[in-house]
């Protein structure tokens, strides 16, 4: 199982820009995708943005499309998801994750490894 933890949440207003990080701290090459995903009070989670390690594709869902750039680092074992134009309904605990990805990305259903979630909260 591998280990993430993510960082870089914080508080921005609107228009704003944050970038998130999520390292992974026990590397095992058993994950071929990594997603990020969000989940704000009352909402049920949703995939944000993914990216297929193998070759660094990446998927949006079509809310942040445009806004947000998911990348990753292999030297540094670490995921990034840059967030810019940033939006009050943007407000949610985000979570980076880990997996074996053979269908949609977005599906959490994909992933088996879990960070803690880092809060954004974007004020209007």
């Known amino acids: 199982r591998l280990q993430l933890v993510e960082s870089g949440g914080g508080s921005v207003q609107a228009g704003g820009s944050l970038r998130l990080s999520c390292a992974l701290s026990v590397y095992t090459g058993s994950a071929n995708c990594m997603g990020w995903f969000r989940q704000s009070p009352g909402k049920e989670r949703e995939g944000v943005a993914g990216i297929r390690t193998a070759d660094n594709s990446p998927y949006y869902a079509d809310s942040v499309k445009g806004r947000f750039t998911v990348a990753q680092d292999h030297a540094k074992n670490t995921v990034y998801l840059q967030m810019n134009s940033l939006k009050p309904e943007d407000t949610a605990m985000y979570y980076c994750?880990?997996?074996?990805?053979?269908?949609?990305?977005?599906?959490?259903?994909?992933?088996?490894?879990w960070g803690q979630g880092t809060q954004v909260t974007v004020s209007s």
């Open positions: 994750a880990a997996g074996l990805c053979d269908s949609y990305i977005l599906d959490e259903g994909e992933y088996t490894s």
